[in-house]
Structures are given as C-alpha cells and as structure tokens.
C-alpha cells in the first residue's frame, strides 16, 4: 500500500524519545520520505552522525504502517483533520517556535489557524470579576477580528471562549488530550458550540489519548505560539498560567495581565508579571495598540468606531449609572468581596436601606452580589 505524506509525517512523530528539532533537522538533510528510504539501504549514515539508538533506528527501518493507518481512521472517526508540519493550513506562527508539532489534529475551522490570535489564559477558581473581564476583553477583541485562544479549562479560559463566541470569528481551543475525548467532560456544550460557530479545535496528542498531568505544559506552549501575545488574567504564582506566561516569553510573544485586588490570591501572578513588565491590561484597546500597523489590518479605526457605537446605544444607561455614582452606597462596596455587614458601618445607613440601594446597583451594573457580600464592578 502506497503511503501518504500524512503516513510519513506520523512516523516521524512515532520515532521514540527523539526531539522534535532533531527530527526536522532530518527531513532538512535527507528529505522526508528519503528518510525512511535512507534508513534502509544504508543506516550507517543515520549512525555516523546523530547518535540514533536501537528503537529509534527500528522507527526508521521499520515504521508501524498498520498503527498509523488506525491513527489516521481515528482521526476521520471523530471528524477531525491531520495538518502536517509542511501543509498550507499549518500555523506559520508556531513554525517559529523551538519545538513545533509535526502534526497537528484538528476538529473545525483550519483556517483560523493562520490568522490574528490572542491567546486569554487564567485560573480555573477564577473570581466573578476575572470571568467577567475574561469574557468582555475576548468579546472586545474577536469584534475587531482577533481569533481567541485558550485552552478550555475551567474557569478564565471557558470564559474566554464564551465572550469570543458572542460574535462571528471564532475561538480556538488547544487541548491536552486526543480530539475524541473533551476534558472537563462538563465542556462538552462549549465544544460543540465552538465547532458550531466556525471555531476549532487542536491537540498535538494522537485520538484516544487521555489527559495527564505532563500533557498541560506541552498544551500550553501552543497556546502561547500559536499567538502574538497572552493575556493572563487572574492567576496564583505556581499555575499553568505561569508556565504559558513563561512559554511566551521564550517564544518572543508579547505579554499582558489584568491587575486585580491586593488581597485577592488568584491576583497575585499577575501582580508579579506586571511587576516583571507585562503590560497592565484593563480593556481591549490596552492590547490593540501594542500591534503593529500591519497586524492590526485597522483594528483601532474599527475599535473607534465601535466604541462610539457603543456609547450612543448606551447613553440612557450611562446617565443612570453616573447618577447613581454618587450615591454614598457605591463608595461603601469595594473591588474585593465586601460583607454586607462592612457596607452597613462604612454608609452608616439603615441595613433596610441598604439591601435597597444594593438592589439597585446591582440591577445597574455596578456591584454584583457573590458569596460573602457584594463587589464593586
């Protein structure tokens, strides 16, 4: 049987505990298919000069072709696509990067692939106000075109997606286990949804791969090539969001953090990238204009332009929530949780009175009620 780019590409991939430069220096040298051609009539030129070791010279020699074919049935099986390294479809972005995957499974739109993405990261444990800012910056941004990507945990990155799937330029999920499988099992919807709204989904790992601990940082590192920059928003100082914070930085890409509350723990890791210079981020214009003219394609003009669209259909509700600014009450209820019983003693009002005006804030969008007291938003 005649094998396919895609079958060589798979074997390559299935040479054991060989780094993935290593391998592409090979195809450099001796050309892809050669390769396995190479191995056979004279495997001495393989040895001479890179050190293979018995199994790996065995990959070569003798691929597994019936493993393979399974892998691409999978594939087909759970209506996924194989992009190899060389393939057109191919993220050119995450060529750029110290240890690219050769091939890549993905579930949906390829095109997005290639185009201006983002990627918006963050605690699971995520606090109201961090899902919220997560949800509206990717909102603000996928309205200008930029592509959203995270990786579908719980949490910042399900609502990064979310707000990325208000409008029509899709999101991508990069995950850590193969594409017939969705961890957290709860984010089944959400997949659908993304697929559904020309979004995609990718992984690096073969079907049928279930997620483990060591998947997440080799998840993590396409998350942060894939993108022109990350956008971290809420994260404790030992967290995966970090370790994608850190991948950027080693990838050459731009980095960028919601500051939060002093005393809230899911802040403090962005606290300290603002502090190593990431830029402090508060809405989507703070990461348009760090694009260059050319990857902006216009963006500030359609940001303009959307704002001021914004601010015309809001103006009603705008008045109202300036006029309720004033109110004693709003400087009661701080950016971090305060209990209700803090917002009597700071406004000195009557707790009747109170609850009330907290009603009303609410209902305004200025405060949210969460567990423990209200939040000033």
């Known amino acids: 049987m005649q094998q396919s780019n895609i079958h060589y590409w798979l074997a390559l991939k299935l040479v054991p ?3 993935i430069h290593k391998k592409l220096a090979l195809v450099d040298a001796y050309g892809l298919t050669a390769l396995f051609s190479l191995s056979k009539e004279t495997p001495s030129v393989l040895t001479s000069s890179n050190n293979l070791t018995t199994k790996q010279l065995a990959a070569f020699h003798q691929p597994d072709w019936p493993f393979i074919d399974s892998i691409i049935s ?3 099986a759970c209506s996924s696509k194989i992009v190899t390294y060389d393939d057109i479809s191919y993220p050119q972005l995450l060529k750029q990067i110290y240890d690219p995957p050769l091939v890549l499974f993905v579930k949906g739109d390829t095109q997005l692939l290639n185009k201006l993405q983002i990627a918006i990261v963050g605690s699971r444990a995520a606090s109201v106000n961090g899902r919220e800012a997560a949800f509206d ?3 603000q941004l996928a309205q200008q075109g930029v592509v959203i990507t995270s990786g579908l945990a719980l949490g910042i990155d399900a609502a990064a997606h979310k707000g990325a799937l208000k409008t029509s330029t899709g999101t991508i999920a990069v995950v850590a286990t193969g594409l017939d499988k969705v961890y957290p099992a709860r984010h089944k919807p959400l997949v659908k949804e993304i697929i559904s709204n020309q979004g995609a989904i990718i992984s690096e790992f073969l079907p049928g791969t279930s997620p483990k601990a060591g998947h997440f940082p080799k998840r993590n590192r396409l998350i942060s090539g894939l993108s022109k920059g990350v956008l971290v928003v809420e994260a404790e100082l030992k967290s995966g969001s970090l370790i994608t914070a850190k991948c950027a930085l080693e990838q050459n890409r731009e ?3 919601v500051p939060s509350g002093i005393n809230n723990p899911q802040g403090k890791g962005c606290h300290w ?3 190593q210079g990431a830029k402090l981020v508060e809405q989507a214009a703070d990461i348009i ?3 260059s003219v050319d990857e902006c394609c216009g963006l500030h003009l359609n940001y303009e332009q959307q704002t ?5 259909t809001k103006k009603g509700e705008k008045n109202l929530k300036n006029d309720l600014c004033v109110d004693a009450l709003l400087a009661s209820v701080g ?6 019983d803090k917002v009597v003693s700071r406004s000195e009002l009557p707790i009747e009175e109170v609850l009330t005006r907290l009603t009303m804030l609410e209902l305004s969008g200025l405060v949210a009620a969460v567990p423990g007291g209200y939040l000033r938003l």
Do not use: G, Y
């Not at 001021?308 to 015309?312: E, F, H, K, M, S």
């Not at 950016?335 to 209700?340: D, G, H, S, V």
């Open 17 to 19: 505990r060989l780094a």
């Open 74 to 76: 999978a594939s087909n």
């Open 137 to 139: 910056i990717a909102q």
């Open 255 to 257: 980095v960028f953090a």
């Open 273 to 275: 990238l603002i502090k």
């Open 289 to 291: 204009e760090e694009l």
């Open 308 to 312: 001021l669209a914004d601010n015309t």
């Open 335 to 340: 950016f971090e949780i305060t209990p209700i």
